[in-house]
Each structure stands twice: as C-alpha cells, then as structure tokens.
T-cell receptor, first 113, second 113 residues
Framework: AQSVSQHNHHVILSEAASLELGCNYS??????LFWYVQYPGQHLQLLLK??????LVKGIKGFEAEFIKSKFSFNLRKPSVQWSDTAEYFC???????????FGAGTRLFVKA | DAGVIQSPRHEVTEMGQEVTLRCKPI?????LFWYRQTMMRGLELLIY????????DSGMPEDRFSAKMPNASFSTLKIQPSEPRDSAVYFC???????????FGPGTRLTVT
C-alpha cells in the first residue's frame, strides 16, 4: 500500500536559517509528488509538484524540492526562511493515473522573528 | 476562476441534528475529494468521486456520514445525526485529472455541542 512519511512533526527555526523537510514514500510504480502548505487558519495550497523531467523542482515563494528516485524521497528546501513561512507543510504522493493522493502527517514549521 | 467554493464556512449545531456541507468544485475538474482535519487525527480523506461517481468511501467514519455528487458542479457531505466528536474542519478539494494536484476549498468549520 502507498504511504508517505514526513520525518519531523515540528520544526523551529530562526529567520534566515535554511530549511529542509524530509519526505519519503512507499510505492513501487510511477508517482506524482507534491508539497502543499497550510498557513494558520487557511486551507491547503500547492507549493510545488513533480510529474516527470528535471528532479529538482522549483515552486512558489523560493521553495524547491528534489526527487531522488533511488531513495524514494522528495525533500523540501528553502535557503532562507522568513517569519511568514510559519505554516504546516504536507508531502503528498499519487500514482500516475491513480485517483487517490496520499498525504503525509504534516510538519509544523515555526519561524522565530 | 472562483476556486472551490464551500458553504457554510462555519456551522454550529447541537448533537443529534443533521448537518449538510456543500461544495462546488472548479469547473472542468472531474475529481472531487472530501477531507476532515482535526488536531488529533490530522488530515483524513473521507471519500472521493471521479466523474460524479464515488470511487472510494472507505474513509467515511460511520454510517452517519454520507456524500453525494448529483452533478459535476455540486457535492454534499451529510452527517445525521451529528455528534460532538464530528467537530472538525471539513475540506472539499477538486482536481482536473486523477492523480494531479488538488485545489482545496476554504473549509467548513463544524462545531457540534
């Protein structure tokens, strides 16, 4: 069965620190990969996605993620976080052509000003 | 584009009452998803539809929950009778194609007293 594991449930960083959030998935076939962000009191919004091609994907607000097929990983990175990046981040996986998307449990990021 | 529309945004009801949550997906999207989010259980997929047909309702917690999609532009999630433990934020999401990114609505915050 498909599953998504996010390594950290809570992360606290100071402004300007670098961010890396881990995501590993379990699925044997071809996958589509996503990172979503949920700001406090809001709904989930797409940060970036990977379907195929260049494994380094750039998203909105300076975020990027790298797909490493051999490690079944899709880690999210940002070189310098801002207070406004405080949010919960969800990694998600769907099988190519599949209906269902599996979400990870989420990582809550708090950025200290 | 108006995005995914949900109503009501907030609902407060008493235990035992029927609750109906509504969702209008983005025009042209053929997949629709209902999620529930709580602090304790995180984000849970309740049910999803493809081309108005329910594909998987295994996430529906009990028979008290039911969902319909009578046409491509409207879906309802009904809880009857409601219980305090149903208190949560309920999100509707739609996607253009199976396996693609989902667009979430603003959510309905349900409080059952």
């Amino acid at each position: 069965a498909q599953s998504v594991s996010q390594h950290n449930h809570h992360v606290i960083l100071s402004e300007a620190a670098s961010l890396e959030l881990g995501c590993n998935y379990s699925y044997g076939g071809t996958v589509n990969l996503f990172w979503y962000v949920q700001y406090p009191g809001q709904h989930l919004q797409l940060l970036l996605k990977y379907f195929s091609g260049d494994p380094l994907v750039k998203g909105i607000k300076g975020f990027e993620a790298e797909f490493i097929k051999s490690k079944f990983s899709f880690n999210l990175r940002k070189p310098s976080v801002q207070w406004s990046d405080t949010a919960e981040y969800f990694c998600a996986v769907s099988s190519t052509g599949g209906f269902k998307t599996i979400f990870g449990a989420g990582t809550r990021l708090f950025v200290k000003a | 584009d108006a995005g995914v529309i949900q109503s009501p945004r907030h609902e407060v009801t008493e235990m035992g009452q029927e609750v109906t949550l509504r969702c209008k997906p983005i025009s042209g999207h053929n997949s629709l998803f209902w999620y529930r989010q709580t602090m304790m259980r995180g984000l849970e997929l309740l049910i999803y539809f493809n081309n108005n047909v329910p594909i998987d309702d295994s996430g529906m917690p009990e028979d008290r929950f039911s969902a319909k999609m009578p046409n491509a532009s409207f879906s309802t999630l009904k809880i009857q009778p409601s219980e305090p433990r149903d208190s949560a934020v309920y999100f509707c999401a739609s996607s253009l194609q199976q396996g693609h990114e989902q667009y979430f609505g603003p959510g309905t915050r349900l409080t059952v007293t």
